[in-house]
């Protein structure tokens, strides 16, 4: 069974730093490119971030684009974000979502989020 | 980016009744090589997360119920419920995939009227 557990969020001032964790289970993870997708509060969805199964591809929403990093350890089947110089209009649950195929970046599986607030 | 626009924003429907809601993009999605539209539709509940339905514009993920379908091509494109169930109150959004650059529609909210 496919599992996304997402941890790290929390409540951070403006300015501040994060960094989310997504451990994988139940698939080759290495084969598979991953994605972290927000839905601020009241808002839709807006994807973040996507790198590849191998990790040596990444892409980033202009909106976060030189704030944060997506990166991933496959050894330990994670998958993290970095989140730095955050801004109140980042405050959004954040979910890790899993690509249907290789090379696709249509999400099967998603983790239940995590909630990041950015406020002073 | 791909814009991508849902239209309406929010719709009421009667249990049984049909509902359908659109999603245009302002390029194609359409992979002219393979011949797919790469659009997708997700289904999202309160307090949950998204949920794929439907990929490649038309192809039903596996234990999605059939009253589910998508079809359109290129530019314009349309989830149907045929029969609406209670349990499909939800916010349902369209997204692309054609560029890496990764864009949603800003979400239809559906109800039961």
């Known amino acids: 069974e496919v599992q996304l557990l997402e941890s790290g969020g929390g409540l951070v001032q403006p300015g501040g730093s994060l960094r989310l964790s997504c451990a994988a289970s139940g698939f080759t993870f290495s084969i598979y490119g991953m994605s972290w997708v927000r839905r601020a509060p009241g808002k839709g969805l807006e994807w973040v971030s996507t790198?590849?199964?191998?990790?040596?591809?990444?892409y980033y929403a202009a909106s976060v684009k030189g704030r944060f990093t997506i990166s991933r350890d496959n050894s330990k089947n994670t998958l993290y974000l970095q989140m730095n110089s955050l801004r109140v209009e980042d405050t959004a649950v954040y979910y890790c979502?899993?690509?249907?195929?290789?090379?696709?970046?249509?999400?099967?599986?998603w983790g239940q989020g995590t909630l990041v607030s950015v406020s002073s | 980016d791909i814009v991508m626009t849902q239209s309406p924003d929010s719709l009421a429907v009667s249990l049984g009744e049909r509902a359908t809601i659109n999603c245009k993009s302002n390029?194609?999605?359409?992979?002219?090589?393979?011949?797919?539209?790469?659009l997708t539709w997700y289904q999202q509940k309160p307090g949950q997360p998204p949920n794929l339905l439907i990929y490649w514009a038309s192809t039903r993920e596996s234990g999605v119920p059939d009253r589910f379908s998508g079809s359109g091509s290129g530019t314009d494109f349309t989830l149907t419920i045929s029969s609406l169930q209670a349990e499909d109150v939800a916010v349902y959004y369209c997204q692309q995939y054609y560029s890496p650059q990764i864009t949603f529609g800003q979400g239809t909210r559906l109800e039961i009227k």
């Open positions: 790198i590849s199964g191998s990790g040596d591809t990444t």
């Open positions: 979502a899993k690509s249907r195929t290789s090379s696709t970046s249509c999400h099967d599986y």
């Open positions: 390029q194609s999605v359409l992979y002219s090589s393979n011949n797919k539209n790469y």
